[in-house]
């Protein structure tokens, strides 16, 4: 059944905080950190607590903090790391303390370390949130875990917002565990334009079945976050942890499927990227993008189609980037939280073209410098691929594409000035491949599309049957 359709009858915070204290089967322990005791305030206030709450805690003060959860090499202590060795913490202590007494109740733990907004709002507030649990008394537990953005303007409403968060946490692990889009979804219940959730993972034994790239999916879809990203692992992964003053490049495309042509764009702007004088080349980070809008592109979402591109980028070693920012800005607008020194955007020069076009055509009104002005910032720097003009045998490059004659002087200025850089080194050989032809040769397993991908991808359309490659070809040989 599609979960995302089931019916969620809306609850207050309150109300859901009560359910849980009178369901005699859920019992467990808190512990926060930076926001106050916001997320058990809400049990201890609606009554009945004492069917639920074991302990709750706060360790404010670092030493003690790290006398109790053990030491962070990196010194933050608002971090993925820091939630992980809490929840461990927690919930051996309720196994080891409370199982032989409460044999048939679901243990959880839930867990927070989070920094609200300070009085000069020089830290705008985020934190990690998870809640361990069990779905039988038996059973091993399984994790909920997220990163939150706080968008609230006063520290006193962004400690509410968590409290209202990992309520809609622990009430849907244990009311919505079979139906995963609608616990996601839940999750926003009472805090829409609050809170952004930018990365969450459901894991555990009774959710081996889930892939958890589809949780960053129906977090851009439902529009949680504009950004969402995942690793070649597979695994869900939040953008302050890895990619904290590294360079950045990022190379958008559809993916469907990743031809050599895409390959060659990675490789080449890639490799042009890293030897640029201001870059780190051991200090930069290289992702690929597929937006919203390019997944919507021939109708409805189609989650197997997403999973689809996805394998290929994993396959070959690609950190994803799921977005919904058909507008570079919001992208660049996301990655400045995190101080990336360098920020390299790859697109094709049709793309480009488009681009200019639209903000030209949309900024008639003297708006057009302010317009350029937000994508072509100082860090940013744009970095183009060529293509063979369809029926002619003609390179379009950034150099030569048909700018409007309102905007020459602005791009030629863009030029000269290095924002916008065609790729070097690539292969002129492979600008004949479309993406769109090597798909419907792929459905119809029509010869000539294996020489047109790079050959792990070959093998996982074969192996997956992936963009609809007849299952019955499978009796070919590879």
């Known amino acids: 059944m599609n979960s995302s359709k089931i019916h969620r009858q809306s609850r207050e915070t309150e109300q859901k905080a009560l359910e849980i204290n009178l369901d005699d089967k859920i019992y467990g322990t808190f512990a926060e950190i930076g926001a106050g005791q916001e997320v058990a305030r809400y049990f201890f206030q609606v009554g009945a607590a004492a069917g639920t709450i074991a302990k709750t805690m706060s360790a404010y003060d670092k030493t003690v903090s790290d006398e109790v959860y053990g030491v962070e090499v990196g010194g933050r202590y608002v971090c993925e790391s820091r939630l992980y060795k809490m929840l461990d913490h927690e919930y051996i202590l309720m196994e080891d303390r409370l199982r032989d007494e409460r044999p048939n109740q679901k243990f959880f733990a839930f867990s927070d370390t989070v920094t609200a907004i300070n009085f000069t709002k020089t830290i705008k507030g985020e934190g990690w949130l998870g809640v361990r649990f069990q779905l039988n008394a038996n059973s091993k537990p399984n994790d909920l875990v997220l990163h939150v953005k706080l968008l609230d303007g006063e520290n006193r409403i962004q400690q509410q917002a968590i409290g209202i968060l990992g309520v809609n946490m622990i009430y849907g692990v244990f009311r919505y565990h079979n139906h995963v889009e609608v616990l996601l979804q839940s999750l926003m219940d009472s805090l829409q334009g609050r809170i952004l959730i930018d990365m969450v ?3 555990g034994p009774d959710f081996t079945h889930l892939d958890n790239r589809l949780l960053s999916l ?3 879809k439902h529009k949680m976050s504009d950004v969402a990203i995942f690793g070649p692992d597979k695994r869900n992964m939040q953008a302050g942890e890895f990619l904290y003053r590294k360079n950045v490049l990022v190379v958008r495309g559809s993916f469907r499927p990743l031809t050599l042509v895409n390959e060659d764009m990675i490789r080449s702007s890639w490799e042009q990227f890293r030897a640029e004088k201001d870059v780190d080349a051991k200090k930069s980070v290289l992702l690929t993008e597929i937006t919203l809008d390019n997944l919507l592109l021939e109708g409805p979402l189609d989650e197997q189609d997403f999973l689809d591109r ?47 076009n639209q903000k030209y055509y949309d900024n008639l009104d003297g708006r057009l410098l302010t317009a350029f002005g937000e994508l072509f910032t100082r860090n940013v720097k744009v970095y183009v691929y060529p293509m063979l003009q369809e029926g002619a045998n003609v390179m379009m490059t950034a150099d030569n594409i048909p700018v409007p004659d309102g ?71 590879y």
């Open 201 to 203: 993972r459901l894991t």
């Open 218 to 220: 129906w977090l851009i």
């Open 407 to 477: 905007v020459k002087f602005l791009y030629r200025h863009l030029l000269e000035s290095k924002h916008i850089e065609d790729i070097r080194g690539f292969h002129p050989e492979y600008l004949h491949i479309y993406s769109k032809q090597v798909l419907k040769m792929i459905k119809h397993d029509e010869e000539g599309w294996e020489a047109m991908v790079p050959e792990k991808v070959v093998k996982q359309v074969r192996e997956k049957c992936l963009f609809g490659f007849p299952a019955q070809s499978l009796t070919f040989e």
């Open 310 to 356: 996805a394998d290929l980028l994993c396959a070959l070693g690609q950190t994803v980037l799921v977005t919904n920012t058909e507008q570079h800005q919001k992208l660049i607008n996301y990655l400045a939280d995190y101080k990336v020194p360098k920020l390299g955007m790859v697109i094709g020069v049709k793309q480009l073209l488009d681009t200019i």
